[in-house]
Nanobody, 125 residues
């Protein structure tokens, strides 16, 4: 079983930065793809970024590519989303999620098994 907890959300002005962390407890992140999704009010949950189960590659939504680098610590105890040059349209609840072991990264939230509670990110203009 994998338990996930997000931290680092808050309020920031447009152009500013925030760092989100996804901490795991229980079963390790190792051999699991881990992703961030976000959901704005009245909108569907959308893919933001992910790291493969091998840890060797990352994937990004076009809307955040070049602004939101994703990284993991050496033991994959935490997955960090560094959010730079933020825009009001980045406002959403951000969720960390993980797949079952050895599954490839995908961009559909229904294909992820384990979810955190989410953390609110608000970008003011």
């Amino acid at each position: 079983q994998v338990q996930l907890a997000e931290s680092g959300g808050g309020l920031v002005q447009a152009g500013g930065s925030l760092r989100l962390s996804c901490l795991r407890s229980g079963s390790a992140f190792s051999r699991r793809a881990v992703a961030w999704f976000r959901q704005a009010p009245g909108k569907e949950r959308e893919f933001v970024a992910a790291i493969s189960w091998e840890g060797g590659s990352t994937s990004y939504a076009d809307s955040v590519k070049g602004r939101f680098p994703l990284s993991s610590d050496d033991n994959k105890n935490a997955i960090t989303l560094q959010m730079n040059y933020m825009k009001p349209e980045d406002t959403a609840v951000y969720y960390c999620t993980a797949k079952r072991r050895y599954q490839a990264v995908t961009t559909q939230c229904s294909e992820y098994e384990y979810w955190g509670q989410g953390t609110q990110v608000t970008v003011s203009s």
